[in-house]
């Protein structure tokens, strides 16, 4: 069984920047593609960005050129770097596989506040 967790979530001003971290387990890691997704009050959960195995990243167009996907196969962990935060960022960020996310595999999340 997969198992998701998320960590490196907190209390930003905008303008700032975060790194998000996602630690996998129960999967084969390395040939899968893995994805960042967030969930808005009041939105639907949704895609932010993601990585293929052979590392080639795709972004949402809300973030394109402020977010950054990584990942780092020897330690089974995906990483979104999260740049130029603005407040309609605020929420509350999972990783998952991707583009089509396990649905019983979602972890607790990490919540990213983002302060004007």
């Known amino acids: 069984q997969v198992q998701l967790v998320e960590s490196g979530g907190g209390l930003v001003q905008a303008g700032g920047s975060l790194t998000l971290s996602c630690t996998v387990s129960g999967s084969n890691f390395r040939t899968n593609m893995w994805g960042w997704y967030r969930q808005r009050p009041g939105l639907p959960r949704d895609w932010v960005a993601r990585i293929s195995p052979n590392y080639a990243a795709y972004y949402h167009g809300s973030v394109m050129g402020r977010f950054s996907i990584s990942r780092d196969n020897a330690e089974n962990t995906v990483y979104l770097r999260m740049n130029n935060l603005k407040s309609d960022d605020s929420g509350l960020y999972f990783c998952?596989?991707?583009?089509?996310?396990?649905?019983?595999?979602w972890g607790q999340g990490t919540r990213l506040t983002v302060s004007s």
């Open positions: 998952n596989s991707a583009p089509a996310p396990n649905k019983d595999g």
